[in-house]
């Protein structure tokens, strides 16, 4: 049996908190817990750990909206926000918070669901982009050091780029280390030593 999504509702009137919790209800299980003061909304949130955070705000503006989004977050965990108004810039703001679904004029209890679902989905899109761009950076970085290694084995001992990447692989493989990390250490000495 799998456990219950946790979700988090930071709404500060009782009505439209128990509205969004009914509705939450009638769409399936959840571990659902209200924040109806948002003041230390991080430590709220990191203390519980929710799987989802939902935050509805009536009037937003834009300091209280990137305030809130942040305090939610949203690297961590998908986040809705519902709305009842936007100027013009808040959704971009609260997209850039990484706010993963910004409803406007959106509190509608059968859509709470799918919005949520939504939200998940795109948080993990997002996520997984995330640790694509990370690694594809640390490849590149990796790249370059095994790049200069390279060229410093070639000026001082007068090698080709291939033999000196063949040595660089055959100390990696002797001990037990990748090449990138053999590369780094190398150039970390020849840096000690100049």
């Known amino acids: 049996m799998t456990t219950p999504l946790s979700i988090i509702i930071v709404e500060t009137d009782r009505t439209r908190a128990q509205l969004i919790v009914d509705s939450l209800k009638d769409a399936g299980a959840f571990d659902i817990s209200v924040i109806s003061d948002p003041t230390g909304l991080a430590r709220q949130i990191q203390a519980r750990n929710p799987d989802v955070v939902l935050i509805d705000i009536e009037n937003p ?29 808040l959704s971009s703001a609260a997209i850039e918070a990484g706010v993963s679904a910004y409803i406007v004029d959106g509190l509608q209890s059968q859509r709470v669901k799918p919005i949520i679902d939504a939200a998940i989905a795109r948080f993990r899109m997002f996520q997984r982009m995330r640790t694509e761009l990370a690694e594809t950076k640390k490849a590149l970085e990796e790249r370059k050091v095994i790049d200069r290694a390279k060229g410093m084995m070639m000026r001082a001992r007068g090698i080709s780029e291939d033999e000196a990447y063949a040595l660089l692989r055959k100390t990696a493989m002797d001990q037990g280390k990748r090449v990138a990390d053999v590369a780094q250490a190398l150039v970390t000495a020849a840096g000690l030593l100049s």
């Open 61 to 89: 503006s834009r300091d209280t909206m990137e305030e809130l989004a942040l305090a939610s977050g949203p690297l961590d965990r998908p986040v809705a926000m519902f709305v009842d108004r936007s100027d013009e810039g």
